[in-house]
């Protein structure tokens, strides 16, 4: 089984960054497309921005474009979303997820099985 966990949300105002961690304690995250999603109350879960296994290859929802990026550190097993500029629509429980894909990475929920918690970003004044 493959253990997801994220950390590095909290409360940060417009304009403001934030970068979170996805991390896996005992697994290997390299065989893995990583994604981020986001739910904001009331709201669908959202992709927000996905890296692939090996190549680097990464895409991002339109809504995030110029504003994040994600990253992969396969030294320390941890996906990184850097998030610039945040927005108040950017508030939200945001997840990681893993997906045995090979080749590009997409951010469409049914290609991702493992889930992490989810933690929560914040954006207001």
């Known amino acids: 089984q493959v253990q997801l966990v994220e950390s590095g949300g909290d409360l940060v105002q417009p304009g403001g960054s934030l970068r979170l961690s996805c991390a896996a304690s005992e697994f290997t995250l390299e065989p893995y497309a990583i994604g981020w999603f986001r739910q904001a109350p009331g709201k669908e879960r959202e992709g927000v921005s996905c890296?692939?296994?090996?190549?680097?290859?990464?895409n991002y929802a339109s809504s995030v474009k110029g504003r994040f990026t994600i990253s992969r550190d396969n030294a320390k097993n941890t996906v990184y979303l850097q998030m610039d500029s945040l927005k108040p629509e950017d508030t939200a429980v945001y997840y990681c997820?893993?997906?045995?894909?090979?080749?590009?990475?997409?951010?469409?929920?049914?290609?991702?099985?493992?889930w992490g918690q989810g933690t929560q970003v914040t954006v207001s004044s």
């Open positions: 890296i692939s296994s090996n190549d680097g290859y990464t």
């Open positions: 997820a893993a997906d045995p894909v090979i080749g590009l990475c997409v951010i469409t929920l049914g290609s991702y099985e493992y």
